[in-house]
C-alpha cells in the first residue's frame, strides 16, 4: 500500500516532535517532508527509527525522510507542493500536515492564508472546505481565514450553498448521511432582523436552496444553541472561525482532526498550531497528530469517517 506523506510543518513549532511522536505510537508507513535535522533531532528522542528517501522512493517499511532542496521558498511550503505532487502522482495514498505559522510565512511574502487555501490552488480546486471530525462534535466552516470585520461581506447565497454541496457529498462519499445544523451569522440568528439581515438576505436562502437539492438541512439558528445537538451524524455549519472552533476545541481539544473537503485526494492536519514555547519541553502532545494520520488511513482506503469518542 501507498504511503502517507506527512509535512511537519514549521520547523522551529512543534510539528516535528508531534509527527515523530505519533508515527512512533501509530506505526505507519510514510514519507516525511520537510527540514530533516528538525526530524531526525525529534525521531532521537522517542526512538523512531527512519531512513532517507529521495523524490519518487517510498521506504518498505516504516518511515522515510525527504528535505527538500534547497531554495527561495520555506522549507515548509516547498514540502507541501512536493507533497501533493507526490500524492497527485499516485506515489501517496493522503496527506497529513502540521501546524505552520502564518505570520512567520506572510513575512517571507508567502500570500495565502493558510494551508486550506493553499492546498486548494495547488489542486485547482478553487472552493476548499475545512472541515473538523473525529470528536463529539463535526463542524465545518463557511468562512475561514479572515479577519472578523469582513465575514459578513464574504457570506454569500452562492459560496453557502457551495459550501454546503461540497462538504455533503464528500462526507456521502465517506460513507456519511449528515444532519446539517446550520449557524446564523448575528446573536439569536438575527432576532428576526432586529439584530442583523445576514439571516433573512443570505443564510436562510442558502438553506432553502440546499434543501431544494435533497441536503437534510436545518437553519438558521442561534450559534449558542447549535452546539448542543449532538444526535449521531449531525454537522454544525459556523459562519467563521471562532464560532465553530471555540466551542470544538472547549469540547474536544486534541481529539479532532483537521480535514480539507473538496480535494482531488485526503487531507488531514493537527487541530492546533505552532506552539513554539512548549518546543523542546517534552510537554507537546501528539494527540492530534495520531487523530490526523489515523483518520487520513481510514478516509484514504474508503473506511469511512472515524467514529466519535
Request: with cysteine; charged share 20%; hydrophobic share 45%.
Amino acid at each position: 500500500m501507498r504511503p502517507l506523506f506527512v509535512t511537519p510543518g514549521d520547523p522551529r513549532g512543534i510539528g516535528p516532535e508531534v509527527a515523530a511522536a505519533a508515527l512512533m505510537k501509530t506505526g505507519r508507513r510514510a514519507v516525511v517532508v520537510g527540514d530533516g535535522d528538525a526530524f531526525a533531532s525529534a525521531a532521537a528522542r522517542v526512538g523512531l527509527r527512519w531512513e532517507a528517501v529521495r523524490e519518487g522512493v517510498a521506504p518498505r517499511q516504516g518511515v522515510g525522510v525527504w528535505t527538500p532542496a534547497p531554495s527561495d521558498e520555506p522549507v515548509e511550503v516547498a514540502s507541501l507542493r512536493l507533497a501533493v505532487r507526490e500524492i497527485q502522482e499516485g506515489r501517496g495514498r493522503a496527506l497529513v500536515t502540521g501546524p505552520i505559522h502564518k505570520a512567520r510565512l506572510a513575512a517571507r511574502g508567502f500570500q495565502y492564508p493558510g494551508h486550506t487555501e493553499f492546498l486548494g490552488a495547488l489542486a485547482g480546486v478553487d472552493h476548499p472546505v475545512m472541515a473538523f471530525l473525529g470528536g463529539p462534535l463535526t463542524v465545518v466552516l463557511a468562512t475561514v481565514h479572515l479577519p472578523l470585520a469582513q465575514v459578513p461581506g464574504a457570506l454569500t447565497r452562492a459560496g453557502l450553498l457551495r459550501t454546503l454541496t461540497t462538504a455533503d457529498a464528500a462526507f456521502r462519499q465517506f460513507g456519511r448521511r449528515p444532519l446539517w445544523t446550520v449557524c446564523g451569522l448575528n446573536p439569536h440568528a438575527g432576532d428576526g432582523g432586529v439584530l442583523g439581515r445576514e439571516e433573512i438576505d443570505v443564510i436562510g436562502p442558502a438553506v432553502v436552496a440546499a434543501r431544494a437539492l435533497g441536503i437534510d438541512v436545518d437553519g438558521p439558528v442561534s450559534a449558542e444553541t447549535a452546539f448542543r445537538l449532538r444526535d449521531p451524524g449531525r454537522v454544525v455549519l459556523a459562519m467563521y472561525h471562532d464560532q465553530g472552533l471555540a466551542p470544538l476545541k472547549a469540547l474536544c481539544f486534541g481529539r479532532t482532526t483537521n480535514v480539507t473537503l473538496g480535494l482531488p485526494f485526503v487531507r488531514t492536519s493537527v487541530d492546533h498550531g505552532t506552539a513554539d514555547d512548549l518546543v523542546g519541553t517534552g510537554l507537546a502532545r501528539p494527540d492530534s497528530m495520531i487523530v490526523a494520520i489515523q483518520t487520513a488511513a481510514q478516509l484514504s482506503r474508503g473506511g469511512g469517517t472515524p467514529k466519535r469518542s
